[in-house]
């Protein structure tokens, strides 16, 4: 089984020790041999950039008072990846489940992440995939155009998950132009709201995410 939590906007900092406070019970009750319980939380956030733990903070292009002038902020995280973009109208998902209750291990978790946001994307006709050697979800891989439109970033203790992925619905592309997303300097980035000409609905989406993640995750 599968919780459902809706954060709505919240600022990254306040998610991270929410997450935090689900990821350490989860672990506590892994380490006495209880059971785990498996949350799907969606939020947005305010502009950030965050940087992974193995990211290159050259990867910032602006220095602390531009980030100041454009009221956006930037904080250093413990997940896996470099550098990406979140703000408002990005559906950020942190699923932070116990990979033991779905007999999944790490590699296979993110590549079912990715199929849920393949799947999703599909609905909406916008065909996507994965990049050979990068986590989350392109769009025209092996194109000129090759462009993402979802990043995944992850941290994992004793098969328990939390962060996860950030999918630019309709948010704004012009604070990306700030940094090397993901620590790539020769793609571009895109998303829903510019594959489709309009805007979305981030309820609608919210729930055809939902349906595709638990379609994936079946206890």
Known sequence: ?????????????????????????????????????????????????????????????LNYIQLQAKDVTFVKTNRGGDITYHGPGQLVGYPIFDLA??????????????EAIINTLAFYNIPSTRLEGATGVWLDVGKPTCRKICAIGVRSSRFVTMHGFALNVNTDLSYFGHINPCGFVDKGVTSMEKELGTKVDMEELKANMRKSIEELFIV
């Not at 600022?11 to 672990?27: C, H, M, P, R, V």
């Not at 209880?34 to 193995?54: A, I, M, Q, R």
């Not at 007999?103 to 079912?112: E, P, S, T």
């Open 101 to 114: 209750n779905f007999n999944l291990g790490l590699k296979q978790y993110i590549h079912n992440v990715e």
């Open 1 to 61: 089984m599968i919780q459902y939590i809706d954060w709505g906007l919240v600022e990254y900092n306040d998610a991270w020790a929410k997450q935090e406070t689900l990821f350490n019970g989860s672990i506590e009750r892994k380490l006495q041999n209880l059971p785990t319980d498996n949350y799907l939380v969606f939020c947005e956030h305010p502009h950030v950039y965050t940087l992974g733990k193995s990211g290159d903070e050259h990867n910032m292009l």
